[in-house]
């Protein structure tokens, strides 16, 4: 019986390969946008290894990515890449050995009983011996693993619209997609505008995705909807887009007597689905990048939506990249905090072992970067280098901010828990104690016994209260009953406290909402706000959305007249939120499928 | 005036590049053999920045290299790569950005003021800004950074001669090669056999460079000197090997009335421009790899026949990588060491300045691993994964060695010197307190009064003497007047104490005998053991020589019957020792011409 190879390498070494690829594929106005933060580069040269007792003699070959140079020890002999080697029977340790400088080192190793799996491991000559990665999208020999194997389908327009300048042509939906232009006789020079919008593709001036295919009448991969071309029409041309995409089984299905409400559903799923790919991207236009907050609560919608493990753990891997950590994920603080405490989530819901395993150094490095850059009380505030962002808001940004303090505080309580699941005790008594402590000092600095809610600076005076640091208090149990309730009330339910006006920041909100019982205020926002966008005519949810601002200001963000992205993964959370808190009630069912069929 | 622009990179990654490339490139026996120790990787997302004051309008146009991905920022707004960019006057902050995967990200920048040059500040989004790197071989805009502009020489055999199995090609010299073979006719299959001696092309059994060419009758890079073809006749093929080189000038000229002196001259210099390309390199055939120890020495000779501080600089780019050090330069605990105290020789050398503030950091983070590694006594042991290799020799190995320790001491001074160098005295204080301290631990634990000698272990009681440690005493100045006297006697003039067989470490003994005033002695030993080479036929240098074996036993090493490379840089020390200690002497005349034409 041939056993199953799969393409094995170091661990962390394809995601960060396909990261670097997604990452540098921001394109705007034909120029390329790398994102603006520390690329983590793969390994170059490896070692596999493995020990086998073979009962009998055996044969098998390795192959190597198609960059690699190498060769492969068995015993005490060489023997080259590509060409079966015969082993007796007895105890044989088997090294490959691989150095590739394009491209991640990878090797496929095809034999009746010596074959690649999760079972070899991997040295890269700095560090002690680590269980090789693999995946299930790489288990043909035949792959090149610098390939990514995308499922791809073909889409025609479903209409097209005669404007001065030439045809629009509409596809049924938003799609990451390639377009092919096929002229009637020989092609003619043109421009092609590209919009996830009727808006932006109409407007030559100012759109965001602009292509002069050549010849081959090719635009590479883009946000597809609306597509404009000039100097054509609709006879001469034809136009196809080829979608690509990772094909990630959706395992929930979703049913309310609301209308709306299943229209909130489908057009958050529609948007989830752009939005994840070999990772959890921010957004298919813009930034295309992998973003650690983003992708934090996006691995809350996938286990309502996918429930699949290996999505989190490629984004992970890409966002931690390698330690010892001396930026942090995305520059920004917050982000590395919310990846730390993602992990441990991870963990418990997927029950991984063998993933916490692997990240938790990572998770140890980033921490100790924040503690690096502690003040005085314990509090960690940002470096000249680093972002605090925590949302697009106005916060008191004097000294250290509330709301870092509070993910701060959430992730030793993650690294306290995770270092319990792997059974060390005394780093777990070590994290607990900086988690109390830091506890007690938030307490005592930014708590405003008056104001019924902590404050985003304790430095300033101003006693400045924003929903973002008061939300985490709730979400990650850091503020005690009594004081939750004033929050509560003071602040979640207090008008005067300025509105969240990112979607990114209403799933911390209205999960917060949630688990304080306040289920039909939450339902009444959904409705609301992502109904607004429904009625605005979305047909994929956005970045942002503030509902006083008239509609043809909905495009605009950055300073760019078509700068916010209309299809954003942060705006999908209506499917944690409904899936998890409100299936039913209100006469919803939310049915969950599980990988063996069965229903949960 | 249209100014001179350079490819400009963020410094280091040319060097890290081109290192793969290198460590990537051995090939035994048709398998790939790539260096077996960390292989640091370029960064793949750099900024490039410039501020300039025009006084009037400019236009600039930025290349990126193949690969990248990226734009440029004048002020506040972008532009895309390749594109002409007007700039107004006034002052202007230009960023280049750019992402690459496949090779390390550079950029061109074409224009009359504005243009890419050393005075460019480079970022890597973890670091501070630092000057880009450049180098004289990529100033050609319509260059490809990666792709190497070697010099290229085609040389036909001088000889023909027939065997049985088909013909010999003697080419006039050894030389990296690639081969051509043109058939009259349609090509044949055959194997081609390429030997650095007769002996091996002719053995094919045990030849270590073997290529089966395609139907375009090419073989690859290799240390050619004898060409051996099965299957073919010298009617039916004619072949041609291209030569690859780096042109470094030579700019020594040696003259003796001694022409085994002249030969021994020449047949250095001919082994040592072999072994430098991009690089110093061990061998040509074998390793072709970059080796801290071997490139340490290769830096004395480059001094009296190149006088090039480039090649220095990025063969100690590529063997220090990027900071923090988690490893040993090529895993061996003595060659970090040597390296750290060839970065102060060779600012001392030729006032490098700007290189020794480079390479500072990288220097304290490498002496900052060793100081990890300290036992009770502060002397530095190798990890489990680290490789004391000094010399090929038999060493008592108990406990923390000798030679090693008085690296240590060395490496130490060499960072006080350097902190006085950059004008940090506070830093040179401390080196110098650990290096006093250090050299008294070494004088109360190794030196036996009795035997007048450095014994290489303290714990074993053994009071083993070897010729190393006694060396590197008297070399790096670590024994006083009297201990020098009577190592001289009773080590380096006592014939009981087993003699040094690698070329390697003939360089230290030979240099220690020299400052010691015995050039007599070395005179003697230049002559009988390289003109012991010589008299078996030598027109390269070998790594290893013992007189004491048979001729048909000097090509055996590492149990490979052609294991050992017979063109080696390590046995091109003659020059060094030739011009620096015996110009004026013997009747030798040393030329040395300057970079302005004069001779000093």
Redesign the interface.
Known sequence: MKSKARWIWYPGDMEL?YA??Q??SRV?R??????????E?????IVLRHTYDLEEETSFTVRGNKD????VVVGER????GKEIHCPKGTVRISV???S???FPAACILGDVISSDETWMAE???QDPVPAGCSSFFEDADQDPSVWPYSEKVFEPVRVERHMGGPLFVFEQEMTASLELEWKGWPRPCRVYIGETRAEALDTENCYCVCEPGPDGLCEKNAVHYVYVTNSTPEMLRIRARHQYVDLPVRVTFDSPDPKLRRIWEVAEHTFRLCSGIFFLDGVKRDRWIWGGDAYQSMFVNRYLFRDADIDRRTFRALFGNA?A??HIN?ILDYSLLCVIGVKEHYEFYQDLPFLVEMFPKMQSVLALCESQEEEHGFVAGRNQDWEFIDWADFDRSGPLAAEQMLYAAAFQAMEQAASFLNRPSEAGMYRDRQEKLVEEINRNYWDEEKGAYVDSFLSGRRHVTRHANIFAIRYGLADPVRKERILKEVLLNSKIPAITTPYFRFFELEALCSMGCTDQVMETILSYWGGMLDLGADTFWEAYDPQKKPQEQYEMYGDPYGKSMCHAWAASPIYLLARYFNGKNNITVTIQTGQGEMI
Chains 1, 2 share one sequence.
């Open positions: 390969y670097m690829k990452n540098f705007e034909g120029m390329g946008w790398p994102a603006f933060w520390k690329s580069g793969f390994r170059n040269r690699a140079v190498g060769h060489k023997y080259p890449l050995h691989l150095g400088i394009a491209s890269d000559y700095a010892p001396v930026t520059t």
